[in-house]
């Protein structure tokens, strides 16, 4: 502003006028050099601090209102008609051009040079569009579909030509603006709170197998991960989507974040699945289930299949198939009471299908869920390994199949691995301080330790009954 009113009054001293269009005519007049630029420099003043103050009024409505911002691409375009409408007024006033005769000019040429950029036009046109209807934006995640293949990428970079993406690889791709818009594709970083990507994989299973007692399991499996994993939501499930050749195959879907690698996840949920199958005797590597009976051969394929992910994976093949022989199968309804509270019982179960519930009564008097066991955890080991009665009831949450261990069969192999020993006990301290819930983490750590050693010492006197302790 200053500027301005400096040339103004420049002018007014040299030619008696504060407007330099008047008395400047590059045309017809002779040549004033100092005139001229000065006229000529006022114009370009004009437009610089019109743009200037265009450009300052719309960052201050962008800072103060979040939701309605002006795109960076429309304040280029602002300043860009600024300058071609000084451009052109000046052309006019300065050479005493007819306007009509110069707009049809300036027409012929525009519509000339539409044509040799019309490909970067129309990417500037996807660009203001895509930028004011706020498709997308820079942090962005979309979900495109190719041939029926959903891919995930991140939005890096939006300018007057390009959309920059990011794949879950790290690889970068870049899109035409005016390609872009033509790709099918779902913004999931601006869908509604609570909605995420939403993922499908399938597997398949032998048609001898029992589709409904699959379907159970997968859904066990699929709620276990989700509930182990907050970067997964609570929309998801199974379905059967076809019968080919004798095969079932079986549709899982599930909602995570968008930036959930899609093979890493699908990875999670295929080992937990495998893992629940196997637990509940179901064979997938030949494909056959095992249908429920009470033998022991069905006993035996339970416990090989699942012994390995959990406390007795340090026993050995022949070990497990000992102890086979001599624990008993548990069918529980949904609902069922499993153990009870304060019962003395010299058992414990390993759950080889289900999800069971430990309930504690609060203070209101109400009975709370404190934790769910899924397939492979075990329970009421503390009471069959220190001789403690039971310290809460436990429900069956669906039906459920339970491999009941006693004192009997444990004793020759808790005396044979001491290592099994160990196990139980850093596994029953772990829970103990889980009930405690300590807040500091360290601390936390420390009582586990020690509760450890106490729970050692507690099975092996009770086992035992040695004359003396020691770590």
Known sequence: ?????????????????????????????????????????????????????????????NKLSKKSTVPKIIMRLISLLIYFIAAITAYVLFYDHDLSRLFASVGALGVGVVYIFRGFIADLAASLKIQTDRIIGIGDWIEVSTAGNPKIYQIVEIDQRMVVLKGMSGLTTRIYNHQFLNLEFVNVSRQAPGVGSRRFFTFE??????????????????????????????????????LTKGEVSFTVKYECA?????????????????RFLKAAGINTNLMVSQLPSIDTKDIKSRLLDSYEYGILKVLSPDEVKTLAHSIKLRHCSAGELVIKKG??????????????????????????????????????????????????????????????????????????????????????????????????????NEQIENESKTMFNKILKFFFKPKSTSD
């Open 343 to 444: 019962a003395q019982e010299n058992w414990m179960y390993l759950v080889s299908e289900g999800t069971l519930e430990v309930k504690i009564e609060a203070k209101s008097g109400e009975f709370v869920t404190v934790a769910n066991l899924w397939p492979c955890d075990f329970l009421g080991e503390m009471s069959m390994l220190t001789g403690a009665t039971r310290s809460a009831d436990v429900y069956a949450k669906v039906d459920s199949v339970l491999l009941e261990i006693s004192d009997e069969n444990m004793a020759p192999l808790l005396k044979d691995n001491p290592n099994l020993v160990k196990l139980f006990s850093t596994a029953l301290a772990e829970r103990s301080a889980k009930n405690i819930a300590f807040s500091n983490q360290d601390s936390r």
């Open 258 to 274: 968008p930036e959930i690698n899609s093979d890493e996840s699908k990875s999670e949920f295929l080992l937990v699945i495998m």
């Open 1 to 61: 502003m200053a500027i301005n009113l400096g040339i103004m009054i420049w002018l007014n001293l040299l030619a008696d006028s504060f407007w330099g269009w008047r008395v400047a005519d590059l045309d017809k007049s002779p040549t004033h050099l100092l005139v001229d630029g000065l006229a000529i420099l006022q114009f370009v003043m004009f437009a610089f601090t019109a743009d200037k103050t265009i450009r300052t009024i719309l960052k201050i409505h």
């Open 205 to 242: 299973l032998n048609s001898s197998c029992n589709p409904e007692k699959v379907l159970a399991i997968t859904k066990q499996a699929i709620a276990f991960v989700v509930e182990n994993n907050q970067s997964y939501l609570s929309d998801h499930g199974v379905y059967i989507n076809g």
